[in-house]
């Protein structure tokens, strides 16, 4: 009976570290990570199921679209003066970047090419203040995993919540 219980326990715990460890890399991603931002190519405001959110789709999608031999890997993005990120070429091991670039994970899935950051939930009635965004704020880290931190307009101005 006591083993029933410590078993317990330490399957409970392991779990436990484990969760807290993933949101600590999310938390350490989105505070060290280089700031990237990305334009959104049109995008579907709603869910009727999940509720009021937006499917991101970035406009540096399209060039990789046309490449159908590659599934997964990561491009190298050029940021500009503002941080506004433009592909320049596929990432291969070895490659040395320049101070301007970072590389950006991605896969080939059903739906097109994806980031890891496609969805932006929001609150319910707030739809039409986030239908102007024209960028993602992005936090990369160096092996290409990002965060998606919030959307901006056109002048890159945040779009806070009310």
Same mark, same amino acid.
């Given at each position: &009976?006591? =083993?029933?219980?410590? +078993?317990?326990?330490?399957? $409970?715990?392991?779990?436990?570290?484990?969760?807290?460890?993933?949101? +600590?890399?999310?938390? +350490?991603?989105?505070?060290? %990570?280089?700031?990237?931002?990305l334009e959104l190519a049109p995008r579907d405001p709603r869910?009727?199921?999940?509720?009021?959110? &937006?499917?991101?789709?970035?406009?540096?999608?399209? *060039?990789?679209?046309?490449?159908? %031999?590659?599934?997964?890997?990561?491009?190298?993005?050029?940021?500009?003066?503002?941080?506004?990120? =433009?592909?320049?070429?596929?990432?291969?091991?070895?490659?040395? $970047?320049? *101070?301007?670039?970072?590389? +950006?994970?991605?896969?080939?899935?059903?739906?097109?090419?994806?980031?890891?950051?496609?969805?932006?939930?929001?609150?319910?009635?707030?739809?039409?203040?986030?239908?102007?965004?024209?960028?993602?704020?992005?936090?990369?880290?160096?092996?290409?995993?990002?965060?998606?931190?919030?959307?901006?307009?056109?002048?890159?101005? *945040?779009?806070?919540?009310?």
């Amino acid at each position: &009976m006591r =083993s029933r219980y410590l +078993l317990l326990w330490a399957t $409970l715990a392991l779990i436990l570290i484990t969760v807290n460890g993933l949101i +600590l890399r999310e938390e +350490l991603l989105r505070r060290t %990570g280089e700031r990237v931002l990305l334009e959104l190519a049109p995008r579907d405001p709603r869910s009727l199921i999940q509720g009021d959110y &937006m499917v991101l789709n970035y406009a540096i999608a399209r *060039p990789l679209q046309s490449n159908y %031999g590659l599934t997964s890997g990561r491009i190298v993005l050029a940021l500009d003066d503002r941080a506004v990120g =433009s592909v320049v070429r596929f990432y291969e091991n070895g490659d040395t $970047l320049a *101070p301007n670039e970072v590389t +950006l994970r991605y896969r080939r899935t059903n739906d097109g090419i994806s980031f890891g950051v496609e969805e932006f939930f929001f609150q319910e009635g707030d739809a039409e203040r986030y239908a102007r965004a024209a960028y993602a704020e992005l936090r990369v880290d160096p092996r290409g995993r990002a965060s998606l931190i919030g959307l901006m307009d056109a002048n890159l101005q *945040p779009i806070n919540p009310p």
